[in-house]
C-alpha cells in the first residue's frame, strides 16, 4: 500500500518521517512550490516542525501529480479540508485518511462527513488520538486510533501505518472518532483558561469531567459508541491536550484566562469547532454548558468570572 501525505504542517510532516523511518517512500506534499522546495532542499520543515531532520525516503513535492498514492493522509486544518478537496479534483475516488481534528463551521460535519460530502466515491478514514507531532517526529511511544468502516480495509491500513513507535488501533466507529478529537479541543480551551485565570487544578479535573460528560452526550446522541469516547480518540485525547502546554487549543485557552492577545496564524481548531458544536447542540436540545462558555469567552462576551459563575450556578442535577 503506498501512502502519501497531502498537507505538509506539522502533523502532516511528523507522519512522513514517522513512516520512512521505517524505509517506505513516503511523499510530503505541499501547496505552495517555494515551501516544497526549501523543505526538499533543506530535509527540514523550518516553519512547522524544526529541529527534525526527515530521512532520505521522504520526497516533498508541490505537483500533485506525483503525491497521488493508493493511500492518502489529509493533514491539513479541518476548517480548509473542503476547499483541499474541492480545489484538488486529483484527489478524488481514493482512500482519504483524513487527519484532522474538528467540526466544519458552515455544514456542523466532521472530517468523515466532509470526505463524503466533496468525494462521494472516495472512502473516507480517520486517524485521530493524543499524539503532538513533535513527538512522533522524535520516535517517541504514540498510541492512535484508525477509524474505517471497511475492516479488511482497515486491517491493512493499521499495518501500513504502524511503526515501531507508533501503536495504531482500528474502531469501526467513525462518528465516535471524530467528534472525540474535535470535542477534546473546546474542552482544553476551557481548561487552559481556568489553568491561565488561576482558578486552580481541582477546577480544571471539574471541567475535564464534565467535558467529558458534554462529549458524551452529543456523541451519543449522534450514534457513536460511548467505548469509542472512553478510548484514545476521546479521553485519551482529553487528557493529553487538557494538561499540556504543548497544546495549541490549551495554550489559547491560557491567554484567554490571562487576557493577552494570541498569534492568529497559529492553527487553534477548537475554536470554530466550539462554535460549530453549540449550533448543532442547540439544534438537537443537547445540554452543552462548557462548550456554551467556551464560545461565550472567545466571542468577548463572557468574562472568565462570569463564565465560572454561570457553569457554578446551574439548578443542581445528579452526576
Ligand atoms: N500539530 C499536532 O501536534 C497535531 C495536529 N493534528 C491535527 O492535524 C491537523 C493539521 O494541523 P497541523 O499540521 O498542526 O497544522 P499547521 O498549522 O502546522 O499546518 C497546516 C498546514 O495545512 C496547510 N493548508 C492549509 N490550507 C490548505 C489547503 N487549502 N490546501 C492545502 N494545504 C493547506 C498549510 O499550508 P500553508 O503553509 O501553505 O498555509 C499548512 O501546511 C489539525 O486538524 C490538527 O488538529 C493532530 C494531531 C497532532
Ligand atoms: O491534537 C493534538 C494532540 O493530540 C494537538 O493539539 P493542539 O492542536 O491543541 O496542539
Redesign the pocket.
Known amino acids: 500500500m503506498s501512502i502519501s501525505i ?9 507522519l512522513a518521517i514517522s513512516l520512512a523511518r521505517t524505509g517506505v517512500p513516503v511523499t510530503l ?4 512550490a517555494d ?1 516544497a522546495n526549501d523543505m526538499q532542499t533543506r530535509r527540514e520543515n523550518i ?3 524544526p529541529g527534525v531532520t526527515f530521512p532520505n525516503s521522504v520526497t516533498v513535492t508541490s505537483d500533485i501529480s506525483s503525491a497521488l498514492a493508493d493511500t492518502l493522509l489529509l ?4 476548517q ?2 473542503r ?2 478537496l474541492t ?2 479534483p486529483e484527489l478524488n475516488g481514493r482512500l482519504l485518511v483524513a ?4 467540526v466544519e463551521l458552515d455544514t456542523q460535519l466532521g ?1 468523515v462527513g466532509v470526505i463524503r460530502d466533496c468525494d462521494p466515491l472516495a472512502t473516507p478514514a480517520i486517524l ?2 493524543p ?6 517526529a522524535r520516535g517517541l511511544p504514540t498510541a492512535l486510533t484508525l477509524a474505517i468502516d471497511d475492516d479488511t480495509l482497515g486491517q491493512s491500513l493499521q499495518q501500513a501505518l504502524t511503526t515501531p513507535n507508533l501503536r495504531i488501533y482500528r474502531t469501526r466507529d467513525t462518528i465516535g472518532a471524530e467528534l472525540g ?1 474535535a470535542l477534546k ?1 473546546v474542552m482544553a480551551i476551557a481548561c487552559g483558561a481556568a489553568i491561565g485565570a488561576k482558578l486552580g487544578e481541582s477546577a480544571r479535573a471539574a471541567l475535564m469531567t464534565r467535558g467529558y460528560a458534554e462529549m458524551q452526550r452529543m456523541a451519543q446522541a449522534l450514534g457513536a459508541q460511548p467505548d469509542t469516547l472512553a478510548g484514545l480518540s476521546g479521553f485519551g485525547d482529553l487528557t493529553l491536550t487538557c494538561t499540556s502546554d ?3 487549543n490549551y495554550r489559547f485557552g491560557l491567554s484567554l484566562g490571562r487576557g493577552e492577545a494570541f498569534d492568529p496564524s ?2 487553534v ?1 477548537g475554536a470554530a469547532t466550539a462554535r460549530a458544536v453549540r449550533a448543532r447542540a442547540k439544534h438537537m436540545h443537547i445540554d452543552m454548558p462548557i462548550t456554551d462558555a467556551v464560545v461565550g469567552l472567545i466571542a468577548g462576551k463572557l468574562q472568565i468570572a462570569q463564565a465560572m459563575e454561570m457553569l457554578l450556578s446551574r439548578p443542581p442535577k445528579e452526576e
Do not use: Y
Not at 29 to 32: Q, S, T
Not at 99 to 102: F, T
Not at 131 to 136: R, V
Open positions: 497531502i498537507g505538509a504542517g506539522a502533523f502532516g510532516t511528523a506534499w505541499a501547496r505552495d515551501q516553519a512547522r516542525l493533514a491539513v486544518p479541518m480548509k479540508m476547499a483541499l480545489n484538488t487527519c484532522c481534528k474538528g472530517p485521530t488520538g499524539s503532538f507531532a513533535a513527538d512522533i478529537g479541543n504543548q497544546s495549541r497559529i492553527t481548531e
